[in-house]
């Protein structure tokens, strides 16, 4: 082994609705990773949230065959600063491994929301992503929305709800509260969309297309988070643009998502039944660089750093509104980040040699 590799720690898997979807990215950045330049330190995380030391192949991870005794140690982070990196609990002890990175390729809730980013800052772990602050921020869409107005971007209007406040249920009991969600449905107009506050992957999140539908999709959103947010529907389709940089940023090429019924949610974004996505958009060279430089202004403003994907949508009119910041978008070799990237002459091996060295 070459002393002088870095060690560099791949976080996969993770206490989230999303467990399956990390599973996949991190096989993809694992297996394309310059394993002549840094030691890869895999660290699994369960679905009930245990952190292990994984040893076996790789090729056991998509399948979610990793998690077996013989391939294993438990793993913890390190509270001590001064060795950045995690302690190995074995049946004879102790045993540590300093790290000189962590990526974590965690989607959702308990990865992608600035909880392990915490955890890994407060062990002194550089990280390789987005940090706690700003993971927190896109996660939650109703303070990324106002901070991308204040960078001038435009956002759908949206009303936010508590479960406390609105104890809402589908036969249409419960406080007051209900009455004021129905009011705000009626304010939005219908088609309206209907979200966790903090969720990945559209999780959650239900088009209502009529006012007696909207405390079933409240509910539903409710089981995602104790908060909701009721949005409008913005007329057009959705593009995204990935960003790359701390200091000096590169985007790829915006995409388009085309829809040919429903919304992009957690089935399509996987399985693509009903829709295409087009690299690059199929937009005018103008309007894209206008997207890109968009992405850019929230990328800053909501202090991202090392890789996002910005979503938006495009209206019939040309109007740009935000949508949402992946903080750890899909990372599979034809995922929609590398697939931007790929498009501007990025390769995916290119593309995680870049995070790696900045």
């Not at 309206?192 to 559209?202: C, E, T, Y």
């Not at 990935?242 to 089935?267: C, M, N, R, W």
């Not at 996987?270 to 937009?283: D, E, W």
Request: aromatic share 8%; charged share 25%.
């Amino acid at each position: 082994m070459n002393d002088k590799k870095k060690k560099i720690a791949v976080l996969f898997g993770g206490c989230s609705s999303e467990y399956e979807v990390s599973l996949q990215s991190a096989y993809a950045v694992i297996t394309h990773m310059d394993t002549e330049k840094y030691e890869l330190i895999l660290i699994g995380i369960t679905k009930s949230g245990e952190w292990y030391l994984y040893q076996g192949n790789p090729e056991e991870i998509p399948s979610d065959r990793w998690h077996r005794k013989e391939s294993c140690i438990p793993a913890a982070v390190s509270p001590n600063r001064e060795l950045h990196g995690i302690l190995l609990l074995k049946k004879e002890g102790t045993e540590t491994i300093s790290l000189d990175g962590a990526l974590p390729v965690l989607h959702g809730k308990n990865g992608e929301d600035g909880t392990v980013q915490g955890v890994l800052e407060l062990a002194g772990i550089p990280l390789i992503g987005c940090d706690t602050m700003s993971s927190a921020i896109c996660m939650d869409k109703e303070t990324a929305h106002r901070l991308a107005e204040t960078c001038g971007i435009k956002t759908p209007r949206a009303y936010k709800f508590f479960r406390k406040e609105t104890l809402c249920t589908a036969d249409g009991t419960g406080s007051g509260y209900i009455e004021k969600i129905q009011a705000a449905g009626s304010e939005l107009g219908y088609p309206l969309f209907v979200k966790p506050l903090r969720a990945g992957s559209s999780f959650g999140i239900t088009k209502v297309m009529k006012p007696e539908d909207l405390l079933t999709a409240a509910d539903y959103a409710f089981a995602y988070d104790d908060c909701v947010v009721i949005e409008e529907m913005i007329e057009g389709f959705e593009v995204g643009c990935a960003v790359l940089g701390k200091d000096e940023l590169i985007t790829g090429a915006v995409d388009e998502i085309e829809l040919s019924e429903g919304f992009f949610d957690y089935t399509e974004k996987y399985t693509l039944k009903s829709s295409k996505i087009h690299v690059p958009a199929r937009i005018p060279k103008e309007k894209a660089e206008e997207i890109q430089e968009a992405a850019k202004k929230i990328y800053r403003g909501l202090g991202c750093s090392y890789f996002a994907r910005v979503d938006l949508f495009l209206t019939p009119d040309g109007e740009i509104y935000f949508n949402e910041v992946n903080t750890i978008p899909g990372f599979t070799s034809h995922s929609r980040y590398p697939s931007m990237m790929k498009a501007v002459g990025i390769s995916f091996e290119e593309l995680l040699c870049r995070l790696l060295e900045m």
